[in-house]
């Protein structure tokens, strides 16, 4: 057989060598293919963009009613096709563009016009209530809004406590709406003002509704209130038909308490912190010195009068109000207690020719009432031996001791007498007439039958001794005492023992 020729050989070797190349560039051409359907899909379509401007800039842009930003702004990725574009700013009208996005991308520019307004003036009560316009609020009252949109609007105004007002109204362009003469219902006023139509005799009602008017700073409404507790104070009581003594003694502890209460909130709100209450004092003080005036023969409601006085230094006019009620009610059973609060007063004021008239009063008008004696003495020897510590100290400590000599005198019943003539010889030692107030000492200690007043007594005149440097008496008396029943006459007793000097020893 014969073999092949070198030609041959060659052109049966082609299409093995033709093969890897032509399988290489169909894996190429593979790869392209891929890489191309690849790139569109990670990436997506090249879509036109939309541009869009305003006059003025700034404006809110909704594209398909979708927020997309403020102008200016471009806005991609939308495709090709129509689309609403609205444009909105605070003062002007809004406006809608129909919008044909093309494939070379599309301007728009929106031109918009200002808005027509007109002014709302909201005149209503209270203050500082909030003013809301479709849901937003826009100021408080008294409001006046410059630039109000034009249209119909709902108006709603609210106040904690208070009943809220809510109204449409319409607002013409370059004209002015008003909403006055109107005031929101306060609910907690309003129930106030019911409790005194309720129970008109009851001080504390009108005290609540004063102290709102008066944390609202409503000071001209608080001082009426605050008036016309005072009036009713002063009024007597009224019953209805048929109560009987416990409710009436009831109804009458009540007004005291609401009284005393009166008396302590006046004084702390005339002097408030952080307000100026000038002229709610001035009202006040005069008010209550009118009053007082017109009810003089009530000595419940001249008492806190007169306390109030005294407490804003306002003592003439509280002596004053004294001794009105002493002229015009000579029979009442409450002059004993007018005579010892106007002596206390003259004390304080150091009016001496005051206290001397007044003492003699007690002397004269008392003379047979041993404990009325008493309580003038001590208001004296105790308050004046203070206030008193040069002129006028004598002339009070004698009217003291006149008074007790008086009072043991005509002292009811042993205790009475012993008492007074205890305090007789506080008086007589505040003048240094020793001998003579140990005497009184001893005679009270005897006169006693209550163990634990005697020996209380007895370590009053023990102290007495050992002031006096009676070192012996007042050991004897100690040590006796050192051993008393009592714990506290006791505890006293053995201090005032360790404070005394050491006996000498005897030779």
Request: aromatic letters at 6%; a neutral charge.
């Amino acid at each position: 057989m014969q073999s092949p020729s070198p030609v041959e050989k060659a052109v049966a070797a082609w299409p093995r060598a033709l093969f890897p190349a032509a399988l290489l560039l169909v894996n190429l051409c593979f790869v392209v293919g891929v890489f191309h359907q690849g790139a569109f899909t990670l990436f997506g379509p090249s879509y036109p963009p939309l541009r869009l401007n305003s006059s003025p800039e700034g404006a809110t842009a909704f594209v398909n009613g979708r927020l997309a930003g403020c102008t200016p702004l471009v806005v991609d990725g939308l495709k090709p096709g129509k689309y609403a574009v609205r444009f909105e700013k605070e003062g002007h009208e809004p406006v809608v563009y129909q919008v044909l996005l093309a494939e070379t991308g599309t301007p728009v520019s929106a031109r918009l016009p200002e808005a027509e307004t007109g002014v709302l003036k909201v005149s209503i009560e209270p203050r500082d209530a909030e003013v809301l316009l479709d849901g937003e609020l826009v100021g408080y009252t008294p409001l006046v809004l410059r630039a109000a949109p034009a249209g119909e609007h709902e108006l709603l105004v609210r106040k904690t406590n208070c009943e809220s007002l809510a109204q449409r109204i319409q607002v013409r362009p370059g004209e002015t709406v008003e909403v006055a003469g109107y005031a929101l219902r306060d609910k907690i006023l309003a129930m106030l003002q019911h409790r005194i139509l309720a129970e008109p005799q009851r001080v504390a009602n009108y005290m609540d509704l004063a102290h709102y008017h008066f944390a609202n700073d409503r000071l001209d409404d608080a001082a009426r209130e605050y008036e016309r507790a005072l009036m009713i104070s002063a009024l007597p009581l009224t019953y209805p038909e048929g109560a009987g003594p416990v409710e009436q003694q009831l109804q009458q502890r009540i007004r005291n308490e609401d009284m005393r209460r009166l008396k302590s909130e006046l004084r702390k709100k005339k002097h408030w912190p952080g307000k100026d209450v000038s002229a709610f004092r001035k009202r006040l003080d005069e008010a209550e010195t009118r009053i007082a005036e017109e009810n003089v023969e009530n000595w419940y409601f001249v008492e806190q009068t007169a306390e109030g006085m005294i407490r804003a230094n306002q003592l003439q006019l509280a002596e004053h109000l004294y001794q009105r009620f002493l002229a015009q009610s000579p029979d009442s059973p409450e002059v004993p207690n007018a005579l010892s609060a106007l002596l206390n007063l003259q004390i304080r004021m150091h009016h001496l020719p005051g206290i001397q008239e007044s003492a003699e009063r007690i002397r004269k008008q008392f003379a047979d009432r041993s404990d009325v004696l008493r309580q003038a003495a001590n208001t004296l020897y105790s308050s004046g031996e203070r206030s008193f510590r040069d002129a006028g100290r004598k002339e009070v400590l004698e009217l003291a001791e006149s008074l007790l000599r008086d009072a043991v005198q005509h002292a009811s019943t042993g205790e009475m007498k012993a008492l007074c003539e205890f305090e007789l010889g506080i008086t007589l030692s505040y003048q240094g007439r020793h001998d003579e107030a140990k005497s009184l000492f001893e005679n009270s200690i005897a006169g006693t039958a209550h163990g634990y007043t005697q020996a209380q007594r007895k370590l009053h005149l023990a102290s007495y001794l050992f002031d006096a440097r009676r070192f012996d008496e007042a050991r004897a008396l100690l040590q006796d005492l050192a051993s008393s029943p009592h714990d506290a006459v006791k505890e006293a007793a053995q201090i005032l023992l360790r404070k005394l000097p050491e006996k000498p020893a005897q030779k």
